[in-house]
């Protein structure tokens, strides 16, 4: 089944391709796995997809609705942000390409698609290996950077957006992981508070994000219907 929810920003948390609802009861496998313990993985989507999600992460489900087809993170003592979605299979658009159509998509909902708002630094393949999620046909790492403004705001934020997408063709859905991680913010947005703060935990860092990826498994197909 597939739902229509406005597309996300870095900052709303809303996104205009959907897939599916997530699960309202925690799933029988992932049942099975708490009960045999399950280390520091964390169940996404009622249970059907595991991963390990950085320390001092926020549910944020907790305090603001959130689409069915996301898991959206924030950091307690930071401006970071983590997004797992559930996206429609974008079959026209071929495996290598994939990745940089997602973040040109965001980069449209953040209105960062003028000239020397928006860049990509690399786009490489990730070895399927190395990674849990052994469904995806191919699995892409993009780097870049955007700038955006929150709440609709005047005041603009350079922000790196690290992007992992997995794709699963089978299922005619992609699965995208954003790491939205701010370079500077500006004296006018309202992220200062939390940029000039004091800090009582370490921000995220990179290898926090590549660990999510690897770790990120499926434990229900039945999540795609």
Same mark, same amino acid.
């Given at each position: 089944?597939?739902?229509?929810?406005?597309?996300?920003?870095?900052?709303?948390?809303?996104?205009?391709?959907?897939?599916?609802?997530?699960?309202?009861?925690?799933?029988?496998?992932?049942?099975?796995?708490?009960?045999?313990?399950?280390?520091?993985?964390?169940?996404?989507?009622?249970?059907?997809?595991?991963?390990?999600?950085?320390?001092?992460?926020?549910?944020?489900?907790?305090?603001?609705?959130?689409?069915?087809?996301?898991?959206?993170?924030?950091?307690?003592?930071?401006?970071?942000?983590?997004?797992?979605?559930?996206?429609?299979?974008?079959?026209?658009?071929?495996?290598?390409?994939?990745?940089?159509?997602?973040?040109?998509?965001?980069?449209?909902?953040?209105?960062?698609?003028?000239?020397?708002?928006?860049? /990509? &630094?690399?786009?490489? =393949? +990730? %070895?399927? @290996?190395?990674? *849990?999620? $052994?469904?995806? #046909?191919?699995?892409?790492?993009?780097?870049?950077?955007?700038?955006?403004?929150?709440?609709?705001?005047?005041?603009?934020?350079?922000?790196?957006?690290?992007?992992?997408?997995?794709?699963?063709?089978?299922?005619?859905?992609?699965?995208? /992981? &954003?790491?939205?991680? =701010? +370079? %500077?913010? @500006?004296?006018? *947005?309202? $992220?200062?508070? #939390?940029?000039?703060?004091?800090?009582?935990?370490?921000?995220?860092?990179?290898?926090?994000?590549?660990?999510?990826?690897?770790?990120?498994?499926?434990?229900?197909?039945?999540?795609?219907?």
């Amino acid at each position: 089944m597939s739902l229509s929810s406005p597309r996300r920003s870095f900052v709303s948390f809303f996104r205009k391709h959907d897939i599916l609802p997530k699960p309202r009861e925690m799933s029988h496998s992932w049942k099975m796995l708490g009960a045999a313990g399950h280390g520091d993985r964390h169940p996404l989507f009622g249970g059907a997809i595991s991963a390990r999600i950085p320390h001092s992460a926020r549910d944020i489900s907790d305090v603001r609705e959130v689409p069915d087809n996301q898991e959206v993170f924030a950091h307690g003592h930071t401006d970071q942000s983590l997004i797992v979605e559930l996206l429609e299979f974008e079959s026209k658009v071929e495996d290598q390409d994939a990745a940089k159509y997602h973040f040109e998509d965001i980069a449209g909902s953040n209105k960062a698609l003028k000239p020397g708002t928006c860049d /990509v &630094t690399s786009v490489v =393949p +990730l %070895s399927k @290996s190395e990674l *849990s999620l $052994s469904e995806c #046909s191919s699995a892409w790492l993009l780097n870049g950077a955007q700038c955006v403004s929150k709440f609709n705001e005047e005041a603009r934020n350079a922000v790196t957006i690290h992007l992992g997408l997995f794709r699963l063709p089978q299922f005619s859905t992609d699965v995208l /992981v &954003t790491f939205n991680d =701010p +370079l %500077s913010i @500006s004296p006018d *947005s309202s $992220s200062i508070s #939390s940029a000039s703060g004091t800090q009582s935990s370490e921000p995220w860092t990179v290898q926090d994000f590549h660990r999510l990826l690897h770790s990120l498994t499926l434990h229900e197909p039945g999540l795609f219907g």
